[in-house]
């Protein structure tokens, strides 16, 4: 773990299997590319979680032998989906995890599906944290919820999954209202939410995977051209 100025944040990043990952993304990406599309989204979600410098570690939940394998190389601790429950139980799973290990830990739950996340504004969404027992960053839609935090001592609670933002609030999490923080903001469900994304500029991993989609087919000999 790294030394820093701040409460010692340790992210969870759950992850479905690849297999399962991004339906919504099929109309855009195939369902040949889209298992890899969710792949590049969390390892440049991971890769810029850990260049932040309040962050101390990044857990990633997920029972993906490819995804765990690329994520720990790029310095993600990995843990099994135990539970195998969903979203929030995989969330309380890590959380227990991270706890048993650094009881004096704070706690933020991250989506693994923000290619163009930024490293400083991850940093401006975490010290705004720090500064509340228990707080969230709602999507860009203004619906979901794309980080929940939770202070030492603090249960995370977590209540993601569609109009998590009502949710989130209703529990008596206080609502982060920052400026400046889109790439915190931009999870990627859609094809347009992918173009919303690739417009602030994503990771070089999810960029490289988006060049597939939109290279041109090889040309093909036609019939006549005498091979």
Not at 45 to 54: E, Q
Not at 94 to 120: I, K
Not at 188 to 201: E, S, Y
């Amino acid at each position: 773990m790294r030394d820093t100025d701040g409460p010692g944040w340790a992210l969870l990043v759950p992850l479905k299997p690849l297999r399962l990952a991004k339906s919504r993304l099929t109309p855009t990406a195939g369902e040949a590319l889209r298992p890899s599309l969710a792949l590049a989204f969390a390892e440049d979600t991971v890769s810029a979680a850990l260049a932040c410098p309040l962050v101390r570690k990044v857990l990633v939940v997920t029972d993906d032998p490819l995804a765990g394998e690329r994520l720990t190389a790029l310095g993600a601790a990995v843990t099994p989906d135990r539970p195998g429950r969903g979203l929030n139980a995989a969330l309380a799973h890590g959380e227990s995890t991270v706890r048993n290990e650094d009881p004096g830990a704070a706690v933020a739950a991250l989506n693994a599906d923000l290619p163009a996340l930024r490293p400083a504004e991850l940093a401006r969404v975490l010290a705004a944290a720090g500064e509340r027992s228990r707080s969230f960053l709602a999507d860009a839609a203004g619906v979901g919820t794309t980080l929940l935090a939770a202070m030492p001592g603090m249960p995370l609670e977590p209540a993601f999954g569609g109009r998590s933002r009502s949710r989130h609030d209703a529990s008596g999490a206080t609502e982060l209202l920052l400026d400046g923080v889109e790439s915190v903001r931009r999870d990627v469900d859609t094809g347009d939410d992918l173009r919303d994304a690739l417009a602030l500029g994503v990771g070089p991993r999810t960029a490289a995977r988006v060049r597939r989609l939109t290279a041109p087919a090889a040309p093909t000999a036609s019939a006549g051209s005498g091979r």
